[in-house]
């Protein structure tokens, strides 16, 4: 059974900082590019960062390149998402994704709040 459970989300004060975490099982971790994405309320689905199965390349959305950095474990089976100067509009649901050329699977998100 596959799973992917993002944890670390919760409520910080604007210009703090969080680090999620993406933990993944039942898939061979490193043969997967994980991305995280985020929705908030009314909004569409977002892409902010995407690193590769060997974490040489990462991709990040305009909205948080400087701000978010992406990087993997392999031997933990987890990625993360270090989140840096946190702004108000970051407020969502963070979701992790793993992809490959045959699969694609999701987590269940963690909510991020970040208000004063």
């Known amino acids: 059974q596959v799973q992917l459970v993002e944890s670390g989300g919760g409520l910080v004060q604007p210009g703090g900082s969080l680090r999620l975490s993406c933990e993944a099982s039942?898939?061979?971790?490193?043969?997967?590019?994980i991305s995280w994405y985020r929705q908030a309320p009314g909004k569409q689905r977002e892409m902010l960062a995407t690193?590769?199965?060997?974490?040489?390349?990462?991709i990040y959305a305009d909205s948080v390149k400087g701000r978010f950095t992406i990087s993997r474990d392999n031997a933990k089976n987890t990625v993360y998402l270090q989140m840096n100067s946190l702004k108000s509009d970051d407020t969502a649901v963070y979701y992790c994704?793993?992809?490959?050329?045959?699969?694609?699977?999701w987590g269940q998100g963690t909510q991020v709040t970040v208000s004063s």
């Open positions: 690193i590769t199965t060997s974490g040489m390349t990462t």
């Open positions: 039942g898939i061979t971790f490193s043969s997967y590019a």
């Open positions: 994704n793993a992809r490959n050329i045959l699969h694609l699977y």
